[in-house]
């Protein structure tokens, strides 16, 4: 069964700390991984990565795609109370490649 | 553009009642998705259809859950007879073409529903 892992669940840091959140994935044919930041609300689009594109950036916010070790980072630096959320890792998975979403990593950022 | 529009936004229910949720997909999407979300499961994607037709209910909990989706621009999905354990955020989302692999989903603000 596909399935996507994520962690830690949570994670509490101190403004201007790094953090690094993980997600792993067993999927039976990898088209990409998408990365989301869910605050109050719905989830919103951070990155999409794929074979071709193992790498993005934006801002202080990155990730890599390791499809050797079947898993993904996502850094984000010098943290913010801005930054607190929860990240969300997501796969296209199934007969029909429907997105399945880890649990998510909770991050709660202190000033 | 409006973005995905739900509503209501909070619903307050007894176990036993029908409840339906609706969802205003962003206009020219072609595709549409129910999700749910709960602490113990995470983001769990229910139904979703392409063109009005839905292609993978898989993730619709049992038969007390339906979605439908008439015409291009609305969707609803409904609970009969609610129960406690349904208590959930629920999501709609809509993409161009099936946000797998070259687009992405965009979320509606979500549906939060308490059943008592």
């Known amino acids: 069964e596909d399935k996507v892992v994520q962690s830690p669940l949570s994670l509490v840091v101190h403004e201007g700390d790094t953090v690094t959140l993980n997600c792993s994935y067993e999927?039976?044919?990898?088209?990409?991984l998408l990365w989301y930041k869910q605050e109050k609300k719905a989830p919103t689009f951070l990155f999409m990565l794929?074979?071709?594109?193992i790498e993005k950036k934006s801002g202080r916010l990155s990730s890599i795609l390791d499809k050797k070790e079947l898993s993904s980072i996502l850094n984000i630096t010098a943290t913010q109370t801005g930054d607190s959320a929860i990240y969300l890792c997501a796969v296209p998975g199934g007969a029909t490649n429907k997105l399945i979403f880890g649990t998510g990593t909770l991050l709660a950022v202190q000033p | 553009d409006a973005g995905v529009i739900q509503s209501p936004r909070h619903e307050v229910t007894e176990m036993g009642q029908e409840v339906t949720l609706r969802c205003k997909p962003i206009s020219g999407h072609d595709y549409l998705f129910w999700y749910r979300q709960t602490m113990m499961r995470g983001l769990e994607l229910l139904i979703y259809?392409?063109?009005?037709?839905?292609?993978?209910d898989s993730g619709m909990p049992e038969d007390r859950f339906s979605a439908k989706m008439p015409n291009a621009s609305f969707s609803t999905l409904k609970i009969q007879p609610s129960e406690p354990r349904d208590s959930a955020v629920y999501f709609c989302?809509?993409?161009?073409?099936?946000?797998?692999?070259?687009?992405?989903?965009?979320f509606g603000p979500g549906t939060r529903l308490t059943v008592l």
């Open positions: 999927v039976t044919n990898f088209r990409s």
């Open positions: 794929t074979s071709s594109g």
């Open positions: 989302a809509s993409s161009r073409t099936g946000g797998f692999a070259t687009d992405t989903q965009y």
């Open positions: 259809f392409n063109n009005n037709v839905p292609i993978d």
